[in-house]
């Protein structure tokens, strides 16, 4: 029954904000490669919330996490998540995840994850 369910979730269309720290996600990580290694971990993120193998990346999104440079990425980031159906008849997955940036954050402080409605 919990397999049904977790398929059901996993096919219906939806979004969602949610607030990303990417600072405990590239700890570590050398100077050259901390932008690279934090799309890669937006994208594993949005994987791992939204269910589905096929993440895109917004340029938007792409030009926030660079825009300080290659080594001093944001410590945190708004993020929407929409989870969408695919129109291309040759793919394999029937959905996929497009990630965006939420612009205008203030602080993160008290913020956490939202459903948001879908007719935006």
């Known amino acids: 029954m919990t397999s049904d369910k977790k398929r ?6 939806v979004t969602r904000e949610y607030t990303i720290n990417l600072h405990k996600r590239i700890h570590g990580v050398g100077f050259k490669r901390r932008a690279p290694r934090a799309v890669k971990e937006i994208k594993k993120f949005a994987e791992k919330m939204m269910g589905t193998p096929d993440v895109r990346i917004d340029t938007r999104l792409n030009k926030h996490v660079w825009h300080k440079g290659v080594k001093n990425v944001p410590f945190r980031v708004r993020v929407r998540l929409a989870r969408k159906r695919n129109e291309d008849e040759d793919s394999i997955h029937k959905l996929y ?5 939420v612009e205008g954050v203030e602080s993160f402080k008290g913020l956490t994850t939202q459903n948001v ?3 935006e």
């Open 97 to 101: 995840t497009l990630v965006t940036v």
């Open 8 to 13: 059901q979730a996993i096919s219906q269309v």
């Open 117 to 119: 409605d879908v007719d």
